[in-house]
């Protein structure tokens, strides 16, 4: 995209102005998301405190309780997975138009759903491609660290083994790894959400959307749109937020 102060130019230090605009326009969007995923483990932390206080008291081990504990337990995580996945969304969304946290989580996920079998798939993709990227970024680490420890005399001299430093090294490139796959994860899922948009707001054919990443999303139609997709716009197509701007002349809406 073209850098330049003018209007539908991305600006010449994108980072800090979107940094600006989160602290400016957005924090009560993070803290409402964040909120409904704390109050979510809140609740999980009081069920789990009764739960350990029935289960200390005579009687407690009942099969009866252990279930119902394990199926509010179980009610608990799925709630607290369903909105983790909304409010990702819904901030990326927020990030694309500058909409409303609500709006944003509740267009983002009807939008989701009207194309749940391309989400699905895009999804299982970043998920195991985060995992192999976690593993391998580990083990090179780790092999790059041994081989340094092997033909290094300083190392040769003061180590008698390769295998805990071996372990403590894999264990800190798989957290760092898992740190820096998290913000690809993110990527990944919001380059999908402006794909859908682009798809949506041009009818089914993308217009700023990469050749590649057109062919390899059209292994799965998109659902046409129905009556009850009405939320995603009037009729059935999508209706976009639009940018404010003093020229009457050209349409800046945001893809």
């Known amino acids: 995209k073209k850098r330049g102060d003018g ?15 989160v602290i400016r326009y957005h924090l ?4 409402f998301g964040a909120l409904i995923i704390t109050i979510i483990r809140i609740i999980r932390a009081i069920v789990t405190y009764i739960q350990k206080k029935v289960m200390s008291k005579p009687g407690g081990t009942n099969p009866l309780f252990k279930c119902i504990f394990c199926c509010i337990q179980c009610c608990l995580k ?14 990326i969304f927020t990030t694309i138009y500058g909409t409303p ?49 092997k033909y290094v005399p300083y190392y040769q001299n003061n180590l008698s083994s390769y295998f805990l430093p071996s372990v403590i090294i894999f264990v800190i490139s798989y957290i760092i790894a898992a740190l820096f796959m998290m913000v690809f994860e993110v990527a990944v899922e ?45 009729g059935s197509s999508y209706d976009p937020p639009r940018q404010k701007t003093t020229d009457h002349n050209v349409d800046y809406t945001v893809v």
């Open 190 to 234: 919001a380059i999908f959400l402006c794909y859908l948009v682009d798809e949506e707001v041009h009818s089914g054919n993308p217009k700023f959307a990469n050749h590649e990443l057109t062919q390899m999303s059209s292994f799965i139609p998109r659902r046409e749109s129905d009556s009850d997709n009405t939320e995603l716009g009037r």
């Open 28 to 31: 009560g969007s993070l803290a």
């Open 101 to 149: 946290f609500c709006y944003s989580s509740f267009t983002a996920l009807k939008l989701l759903l009207h194309n749940i079998g391309r989400s699905v798939m895009i999804d299982a993709v970043s998920k195991y491609t985060e995992l192999f990227g976690r593993v391998v970024i580990a083990l090179l680490n780790t092999g790059l660290s041994i081989v340094i420890m």
């Open 78 to 91: 799925c709630c607290q997975c369903i909105f983790d996945k909304i409010n990702k969304e819904g901030f």
């Open 7 to 21: 209007v539908a130019e991305l600006s010449r230090s994108p980072i800090c102005e979107s940094f600006w605009r």
